[in-house]
């Protein structure tokens, strides 16, 4: 089957860095995706990733290996906002999107 | 400002009753979705649609129906039929084709609670 890890809450204190780390097992690849979501809200697109490596956005990167079913998301110099959920879904052989149960980040002063 | 609309927010709905929770769009995307999101799980897709008057079952249809008559609109009919409706909602659309084409954009999201 086709299956999507990623830790259920983590936390860490504001001006710090953290790793998100999403493990994934399909039936093809076609992207894997990272998403925010703020509690009761609409989850908002932050990365995609296709080709193995790191992608730099402001203070969030997503790194990829295809080889290793693996990503994570980094967040650096962390803000009070930045409480959330990440979600990391991957697009598999016929585009379908496959969800991980996603990540609820707690920061801390 | 180009979005996606989802209303109610919040319903509240007896057992036994059919509900229908709206989505409009204006961001001029062929594809739209629903899913449902419970906690500690996955979002988990009900029904898609690539273009007007077509659509396809996700991996929980049951208990759900849907209508795509305009491409802005992808409403979600809640059903008696389905046993455990309580959660939350969310409408999203994309665009089709390309590496950009599974990027969604979601709606806010509707919480339905069954008393």
């Known amino acids: 089957g086709q299956n999507i890890d990623q830790p259920t809450e983590m936390t860490a204190t504001e001006g710090a860095i953290v790793q998100i780390n999403c493990t994934y097992q399909t039936s093809g690849f076609n992207g894997l995706f990272w998403y925010q979501q703020h509690a009761g809200e609409a989850p908002t697109f932050l990365s995609y990733?296709?080709l193995d490596g790191l992608e730099e956005k402001g203070r969030f990167s997503s790194f990829l290996s295809r080889s290793k079913g693996y990503s994570y998301l980094l967040l650096k110099e962390l803000q009070m906002k930045d409480s959330a959920s990440y979600l990391c879904?991957?697009?598999?052989?016929?585009?379908?999107?496959?969800w991980g149960a996603g990540t609820k980040l707690i920061i801390k002063p | 400002d180009g979005g996606i609309t989802q209303s109610p927010k919040y319903l509240f709905r007896k057992e036994g009753q059919n509900v229908t929770l709206s989505c409009e769009q204006n961001?001029?995307?062929?594809?739209m979705y629903w899913y449902r999101q419970d906690p500690g799980q996955g979002l988990r897709l009900i029904y898609y649609s690539q273009i007007v008057n077509d659509f396809q079952k996700g991996d929980i249809a049951e208990g759900y129906s849907v209508s795509r008559e305009k491409k802005e609109s992808f409403p979600l009919t809640v059903t008696s039929a389905q046993k455990n409706p309580t959660a939350f909602y969310l409408c999203a659309s994309s665009g089709t084709g390309g590496t950009g084409a599974n990027v969604l954009t979601f709606g806010a999201g509707s919480r339905l609670t069954v008393l």
């Open positions: 990733n296709v």
């Open positions: 961001l001029n995307h062929d594809a």
């Open positions: 879904a991957v697009s598999d052989s016929n585009y379908q999107l496959i």
